[in-house]
């Protein structure tokens, strides 16, 4: 049997490194997820991604504890539901996903939406700056933010976000967040990052590209990510495909076929819209 891979990691604003690959476990049940992240830590995995409003935190935990990894380890990170958008309500939410999770302190804390409309999210940010001042997490960011809404942080306080994972993948490249995120110091994380219902992965230029590397459609979109400096956080329930997605680091995408899955992008306009959704 072949050992799982180690996993490089990048260095972080704050000074956390994070693993440069991720397992998300959206929409898995608690049931689901104590067996799936058992078995992602067991192919190699190390950074586990949750949200309070996946409804898994309970199950994610007990998964953490099934793998037998020491928690020092593992790169764990949650998400703040809306309700919590607000300095003080911030630890509320944390110590509820941190109980859920079994676990003592978070390595990434997310907003996970800003909605705009209710114009709360720079308060969050400064209550997750607070957690990460008391050393309770170790890396705070944000999810599905924009460079506007980035902007408004940035002015209103000295922590920089470490992370903004958005939805992100060869057919929706955010050329406009990237630039954002790397002139800033952010390191960009991307959800949905083989796209969704199979298109992608059927889609000719990724399946000539995996043909010609000997590699399955998604360890090609994956490596993708990986050429562009992104942290993708692909999700399966199967233990076959977490093992093939984390076998990417052993080969390399030349930039004329990295160019080449980059054209495929159909434009910002494709993206879920932050501004009008979230919870």
């Not at 309070?52 to 928690?71: D, T």
């Not at 495929?264 to 819209?273: F, I």
């Amino acid at each position: 049997m072949n050992a799982a891979p180690t996993v490089p990691t990048r260095q972080l604003a704050n000074g956390a490194e994070i693993p440069q690959i991720g397992f998300g476990t959206w929409p898995l049940s608690d049931a689901e997820a104590e067996r799936a992240v058992a078995e992602a830590i067991g192919a190699g995995y190390r950074l586990i991604d949750t949200a309070y409003k996946y409804g898994n935190e309970v199950g994610v935990g007990r998964g953490l504890r099934a793998s037998g990894v020491p928690r020092e380890e593992l790169f764990v990170t949650s998400k703040l539901n809306g309700e919590w958008h607000g300095r003080e309500r911030v630890r509320e939410a944390f110590e509820d996903s941190i109980g859920k999770l079994g676990i003592d302190y978070l390595d990434l804390y997310l907003i996970h939406w800003p909605m705009p409309w209710r114009d709360r999210y720079v308060d969050a940010f400064l209550g997750l700056a607070d957690l990460l001042r008391e050393g309770r997490v170790r890396a705070v960011g944000l999810s599905n933010f924009k460079p506007a809404h980035i902007g408004r942080i940035r002015a209103a306080t000295d922590v920089t976000p470490d992370v903004n994972q958005i939805q992100l993948d060869p057919t929706l490249t955010r050329d406009a967040a990237r630039a954002y995120h790397r002139e800033h110091g952010i390191v960009t994380e991307s959800w949905g990052p083989i796209g969704h219902g199979g298109e992608l992965l059927a889609h000719p230029t990724v399946t000539g590209l995996a043909d010609r590397y000997g590699r399955t459609p998604a360890q090609v979109v994956l490596r993708w990510h990986l050429e562009l400096g992104l942290v993708p956080i692909p999700k399966t329930a199967s233990a076959e495909r977490m093992k093939s997605n984390i076998d990417v680091f052993d080969f390399t995408l030349s930039p004329e076929d990295v160019a080449a899955l980059s054209a495929l992008d159909r434009g910002e306009e494709a993206a879920t819209d932050s501004d009008t959704t979230g919870h």
